[in-house]
């Protein structure tokens, strides 16, 4: 059956609706459980208004939606062959000689497009979004309305200068002030790719702008070389307030656009992006991992008639496969993250699994 004939348009519709439907009464929970559990966090912080808490509520709102993602399309496509089932039009479409295939290659292409808009447009907002999360949450932590550290840890960076040096900058505290990053106790340490030092500087604070640091109050050591001391210097650099940035973000709260030139800059610079390069592949099967859920709800939901159990079936039967994926995904994601397996497998291992034993008991079932 093509998508776009008027059974597949019927299907289409009937899938967004109930994918729609489903995904705002999940919204609605996840929102009213983070606003119950930011008040009772708050409850003794009297300076926290209640609209703080809905500010937080409502940022942290769609990473936790994209963790349940793949069981909103799984309940959404349940419910859809539930009614088609229930109301006999699933019988009657059997009946005219549309296949099991043909009958779910419109409902898969449907949720294979909602993949791709989730990956391309939703996941950039969601990743601003949290950004706004940890900025709030970090003000309210501090109870400084104008904080916008990245980081009361001070910070370690590396830098690639070119293909044999690089650059260790250490520093014990910054902080942001407009489009400028104000740094103080900076320690920047140049060594080759053997890590053997060849100069350091030392700058009571220092200010990144426009692709360089401006030092002030420096000194610069080299081994069989005097101190120089300047009162202030220049010093180029590739990093910027961004970039920096990020250096403390989780990668789910990254674009998925800018996680390509994360990774390259992390890999030429030496750090491993193993964590980066693993969220990048999960993103891109995304869509793959949906259309999957999607079959595994036809397992459950998608019957010509009822003899082989009822709603408690559907319901209890869906709800541990969703977990038992879950689980599955977050165990070999574990093993790619550690260099068990290689990534590209680990990211595609439960979308593999979950479509070949799907399909396995669709032609059983059905074809059988």
């Not at 993949?115 to 003000?139: C, K, Q, W």
Request: hydrophobic letters at 50%.
């Amino acid at each position: 059956m093509k998508p776009t004939s008027i059974l597949g348009r019927y299907l289409t519709r009937q899938i967004l609706f109930n994918f729609l439907a489903v995904l705002f009464m999940v919204v609605s929970v996840v929102m009213l459980f983070e606003v119950v559990e930011l008040l009772r966090r708050t409850a003794d912080r009297p300076e926290v208004g209640f609209v703080l808490v809905l500010k937080l509520a409502f940022t942290k709102l769609p990473r936790t939606i994209e963790m349940v993602f793949p069981f909103v399309v799984m309940i959404a496509a349940m419910a859809t062959f539930w009614k088609l089932s229930k109301s006999n039009e699933f019988v009657i479409m059997r009946a005219a000689g549309v296949s099991i295939w043909g009958f779910l290659l419109p409902v898969m292409t449907a949720v294979f497009v909602v993949g791709i808009i989730n990956v391309t447009l939703i996941n950039p907002i969601s990743a601003r979004m949290y950004d706004m999360y940890e900025t709030l949450y970090y003000r309210m932590k501090t109870k400084n309305p104008r904080a916008v550290l990245f980081s009361d840890k001070g910070l370690w960076i590396r830098e690639a200068i070119d293909e044999n040096n690089v650059m260790v900058l250490q520093a014990q505290s910054l902080r942001q002030e407009k489009n400028d990053l104000l740094l103080r106790g900076v320690t920047i340490i140049e060594m080759d790719r053997r890590s053997q030092p060849g100069r350091r500087i030392e700058a009571f604070a220092g200010i990144l702008q426009e692709g360089q640091f401006e030092l002030k109050d420096a000194h610069i050591f080299r081994a069989g070389y005097p101190t120089v001391s300047r009162n202030s210097m220049t010093y180029k650099t590739s990093l910027d307030i961004n970039r920096i940035k990020e250096n403390f973000v989780e990668p789910e709260a990254i674009s998925f656009w800018a996680l390509p030139s994360i990774i390259s800059f992390y890999e030429s610079s030496g750090f491993s992006a193993q964590r980066h390069r693993l969220r990048y592949y999960s993103l891109l099967i995304s869509p793959f991992l949906l259309c999957s859920m999607v079959l595994v709800a036809a397992v459950f939901a998608l019957r010509p008639n009822n003899r082989r159990g009822g709603v408690m079936y559907l319901i209890v039967g869906g709800i541990t496969t969703g977990f038992l994926v879950y689980f599955m995904t977050q165990l070999v994601y574990a093993f790619g993250l550690n260099d068990f397996i290689p990534i590209l497998l680990a990211v595609s291992t439960p979308f593999l699994i979950t479509t070949l034993i799907s399909v396995s008991l669709l032609l059983h079932l059905e074809d059988g």
